[in-house]
């Protein structure tokens, strides 16, 4: 793994969360994106090397809906940027942990993406991105 990639942030409304991060931080956003398949509209803010990623649900069955249903707004994950996703995934797996999906998929940012499962995580949902080539 090379650095975190991105803090991974579950909001409620994607627009009042825009306008507080936009305080919060000093900066505007720099970018919005849909993610069909999983659901959710993002919103990027750079800050140094690391983005913070807010995310709202797009489907009231989507991994972030049933997130803040569980938990409420707040952290849903941070994410490694790593050279070589396939190589990563086979190295965690023979550490012991477990790949939520065994495929990476289309993420937002460009990226593809695999999860780990919290259980393995120490109650941390983590995801791997590689910027697609």
Do not use: W
């Amino acid at each position: 793994m090379r650095k975190i990639e991105h803090l991974g942030i579950a909001v409620k409304d994607l627009e009042k969360s825009n306008e507080l991060f936009k305080k919060l931080l000093g900066k505007n956003n720099y970018k919005e994106e849909m993610v069909e398949g999983e659901g959710v509209k993002t919103s990027f803010f750079m800050i140094g090397e690391t983005k913070v990623e807010l995310l709202e649900a797009t489907k009231e069955d989507s991994p972030i809906a049933k997130f803040i249903d569980k938990k409420s707004e707040g952290i849903h994950h941070i994410a490694f940027d790593v050279a070589d996703i396939y190589k990563e995934m086979e190295r965690l797996k023979s550490e012991g942990f477990e790949i939520l999906n065994e495929i990476p998929k289309p993420g937002a940012d460009n990226k593809l993406v695999v999860f780990l499962h919290p259980k393995t995580t120490n109650g941390v949902l983590i995801e791997l991105c590689q910027e697609k080539q």
